[in-house]
């Protein structure tokens, strides 16, 4: 058994901002589950519980002052 579970891609869950890798669900022996990179386990993952798409989405938002410094906030398309 691999000791996680691929969360559907009909569910809505941002990727990792550190890598980009879709997470997964894992099981904390008898604490609950966990929202975890599915390549680091050193990357953000969620407290364990419940599992908590929404916490990890808040957590891995890369804000557009990130991304790209020079952006005007004023930008009309």
């Not at 579970?5 to 879709?22: D, F, H, M, Q, T």
């Not at 609950?32 to 953000?44: E, I, P, T």
């Not at 364990?48 to 930008?75: E, K, V, Y």
Request: with cysteine; net charge positive; glycine share 6%.
């Amino acid at each position: 058994m691999k000791g996680y579970v691929n969360i559907p891609g009909s569910i809505y869950c941002k990727l990792c901002k550190e890598c980009g890798a879709r997470p997964v669900i894992a099981r904390v022996e008898e604490i609950g589950y966990v929202v975890k990179c599915s390549r680091n386990d050193n990357h953000y993952q969620t407290m364990p519980g419940l599992i908590d798409i929404d916490d990890w989405n808040r957590h891995n938002t890369i804000t557009s002052a990130s991304i790209d410094f020079n952006r005007s906030p004023m930008m009309a398309w």
